[in-house]
Nanobody, 115 residues
Framework: VQLQASGGGLVQAGGSLRLSCEAS????????MGWYRQAPGNQRELVAT??????TEYADTVKGRFTISRDTAKNLYLQMNSLKPEDTAVYYC???????????WGRGTQVTVSS
């Protein structure tokens, strides 16, 4: 299984970006789950995720601004609106192997928000 995140870039504060995470390979064995981010000097943190019941959860810092979605092709998306400089980070997507719960991670895509 390979996960390829894309859609990052440089945007001004208040702007929008849409991240995509394309799954390839043995996608039947995975469920696309969530987005995480890591800013320089910080630990990787949860941004948005699907729960095991299919509902969504968001970090408090992005609630009302970001929306996570996925499609039947096992691709994952993150619509990011009203971006702030503090959203600047490398964003990673994660999928979970259905049978074992093991994680698969994409390489990450850089999001930079200028003030």
């Amino acid at each position: 299984v390979q996960l390829q995140a894309s859609g990052g870039g440089l945007v001004q504060a208040g702007g929008s970006l849409r991240l995509s995470c394309e799954a390839s390979g043995r996608i039947a064995i995975i469920i696309p789950m969530g987005w995480y981010r890591q800013a320089p000097g910080n630990q990787r943190e949860l941004v948005a995720t699907f729960t095991s019941l299919g509902s969504t959860e968001y970090a408090d810092t992005v609630k009302g601004r970001f929306t996570i979605s996925r499609d039947t092709a096992k691709n994952l998306y993150l619509q990011m609106n009203s971006l702030k400089p503090e959203d600047t980070a490398v964003y990673y997507c994660k999928a979970v192997r259905i049978a074992t719960g093991n994680d698969y991670w994409g390489r990450g895509t850089q999001v930079t928000v200028s003030s």
